[in-house]
């Protein structure tokens, strides 16, 4: 299958700093990725639709000016979290579909390792 | 989106058959059926994905009754890797072809037992 990669794979900063999590698609161009944060023992929950050459979509409730996301290149998507807080601490994962796999199946997306982002 | 309905946890032991129900009363035409699997801290993977009837693939099955309310997620002959936490998801066909994020709902840790 199709591999994403993401970088770092933990982080730990300081409470106001800023830091930038990339999500790589290795072997396959990504026009489309999708970023999650999940919480310790709670679900993925989907944060934000990053568009190759235009804006992001996020969900509701989540703040655009803190988590930035910028999709310059078919196989790369960054999210920065500005001013990073406490609360912020979280696991974040991206994701991607390969539209060039003739797979059959449904919106099949392969996710990345995720990033363990630990603010102190 | 349909709302999913699958039980926190379950236990089992190595060997047997592993069945994971999943509820989807509100499911429309356009959803597909889709399982995923995620190990502590990795992103989740793909399993198996179905609309009615029965799908195999090489790790699990996937059956689903002709009214597409429930599905059910069979694993053959589990071992101590198998323990995960197992997600059911209702994604919907997007007319026009494209992708939209998936919808995770608490799903089931599968714990095995030697």
């Known amino acids: 299958g199709a591999v994403v990669s993401q970088h770092p794979s933990w982080v730990i900063c300081k409470s106001g700093t800023s830091v930038k999590i990339e999500c790589r698609s290795l072997d396959f161009q990504a026009t489309t990725m999708f970023w999650y944060r999940q919480f310790p023992k709670q679900s993925l929950m989907l944060m934000a639709t990053?568009?190759?050459?235009?804006?992001?979509?996020?969900e509701q409730g989540v703040e655009k000016d803190k988590f930035l996301i910028n999709h310059a290149s078919l196989t790369l998507s960054t999210l920065t979290v500005t001013s990073a807080h406490p609360e912020d601490s979280s696991f974040y994962i991206c994701s991607a579909r390969d539209f060039g796999l003739a797979s059959g199946i449904y919106n099949e997306q392969f996710f990345g390792p995720g990033t363990r982002l630990t603010v102190l | 989106l349909a709302k999913t309905t699958q039980p926190i946890s379950m236990d089992s032991y190595e060997g047997q058959e592993v069945n994971i129900t999943c509820s989807h009363n509100?499911?429309?035409?356009?959803?597909?059926i889709t399982w995923y699997q995620q190990f502590p801290s990795q992103g989740p993977r793909f399993i198996i994905q179905g609309y009615k009837t029965k799908v195999t693939n090489e790790v699990a099955s996937l059956f689903i009754p002709a009214d597409r309310k429930s599905s059910t997620l069979s694993l053959p002959r589990v071992s101590l890797s198998d323990t995960a936490v197992y997600y059911c998801?209702?994604?919907?066909?997007?007319?026009?072809?494209?992708?939209?994020?998936?919808?995770f709902g608490k799903g089931t840790h599968l714990i095995i037992q030697p």
């Open positions: 998801l209702a994604p919907r066909i997007r007319s026009g072809g494209g992708a939209d994020g998936l919808t």
């Open positions: 990053s568009n190759e050459g235009s804006k992001a979509t996020y």
């Open positions: 509100n499911i429309a035409t356009n959803d597909y």
